[in-house]
DNA sequence: ATATATAAAAGTATGGGTTACTTTTAATGA
DNA sequence: TCATTAAAAGTAACCCATACTTTTATATAT
């Protein structure tokens, strides 16, 4: 910025939104909170909060999801800021929208709900306020574009998991039937993959091995 | 944003930057301003402004643009947001970067400079303030992608072109050289230029036809 | 013990699209 | 008329996604 003093100029509440991806019982999962204040109490929001003065807003993005997942080390990709002026009823906030992919266990299923927080599926979500749902719609188009480069199994997956499960996070994600040759081709072309010893006998007779992420090599193929 | 009040929080400037690109004798060129004040007087930055409060901050961009260039319709995209908190050492500025292309004519040249800009090749950019090189690596970044996927020819090209001049126009965006005869055989597989009668005989015996995009063809595809 | 059922896992065939390269064409001017 | 130039068209090889088929391993039923 250059043209004018920085004196003189309005200044805005800034805030960051956060839609939060888990995946369970199959299915795309969105975190949603029940407002609990007027206005537009009672309707469900994205995870949010405010933006202090000293830190940036994937800073402050991180402590918000912190503070409700116990997590640390949370996959979080900035989507875009919204800031329309009238965007928000209760007065003029800029609002910088992330997501984030988490998974989904017993102890995170507890905090969320003391939070008040819920897990809905992304295909049957309730009406959102504000602009939330052009925020959910960006974020799930991000998800779906970094999930055709990368495999976002290791945010959203246990630490083990079939080939079949992983296929089944990406049918969920992109609302699809992959085939099952076809992609299991594909993923372990990608070579981050390693196949271990076990298997998992629940679903199938034969039994389908479980895999897990190789931190080295998805380390080299990051970039 | 729902968890706390919007009462006794921090406000901050918030601005936006943006890359401007243009295309002239054979470059990709970026706009750029030498800064007239403190702090890092004489260095160079991208084109900013302020948000106002009457404005989102497309609105804005699309404000300081039209002020710049005389243009209406610019091509305008959200990049992404900057919001350290000591990013500009004038105090706390939360910026919205954005990305712009533009067509440079002799017109454009002169408005740019009135106002102290210059066209600078991306090749060899001086040195930019604060975040900015980082503000203009990730718009040409997103701007690689855009032209991935759509031709950019009709926001950075006079309004009749040849085949080979859009494949400078490429050559130079991705700072690679592509091959004539697969170029022209990819291009026109999108189906949205038109060729002209015309031809351009200044580079070559033969001559090579002029094309032009064709609107109605053109926005069909966009979707 | 043998057969059956199940889904994983491996294999195959096709077509579209990219890439590297070659040939032809049109116009100029020596 | 012929050499020159770059546009324009053509060709062959290869990669990769897709649709589909076959084989394999093992728990359960007979």
Chains 1, 2 share one sequence.
Not at 49 to 68: C, F, I, K, M, Y
Not at 82 to 90: A, M, W
Not at 101 to 108: G, H, M, T
Request: negative net charge; hydrophobic residues 35%; aromatic residues 12%.
């Amino acid at each position: 910025m250059i043209l004018e003093s920085y004196n003189n100029q309005e200044k805005y509440l800034v805030s960051i939104d956060c839609a939060i991806f888990g995946y369970h019982e199959g299915e795309l999962k969105l975190l949603l909170f029940q407002r609990e204040k007027e206005p537009e109490k009672g309707k469900w929001s994205l995870i949010g909060g405010w933006v202090n003065p000293d830190e940036s807003a994937e800073e402050a993005a991180t402590r918000v999801l912190q503070h409700l997942t116990g997590l640390h080390d949370i996959f979080l990709e900035q989507v875009s800021t919204f800031s329309k002026p009238n965007r928000d009823p209760g007065g003029r906030v800029i609002s910088v929208v992330f997501y984030a992919l988490i998974v989904i266990d017993s102890e995170r299923m507890k905090l969320s709900s003391e939070f008040g927080a819920e897990w809905w599926p992304v295909k049957s979500l309730p009406t959102l306020i504000f602009d939330h749902q052009q925020m959910f719609e960006m974020s799930l188009e991000r998800l779906r574009q970094k999930a055709n480069y990368h495999l976002v199994g290791r945010e959203l997956l246990p630490e083990t998991f079939t080939i079949t499960q992983l296929r089944n996070l990406y049918n969920s994600i992109f609302s699809k039937d992959f085939d099952p040759g076809n992609f299991r081709k594909k993923v372990l072309s990608f070579g981050v993959l390693d196949r271990l010893d076990t298997k998992d006998t629940s679903v199938s007779k034969k039994g389908a091995f479980y895999y897990k992420f190789n931190e080295q090599k998805l380390n080299e193929s990051e970039n």
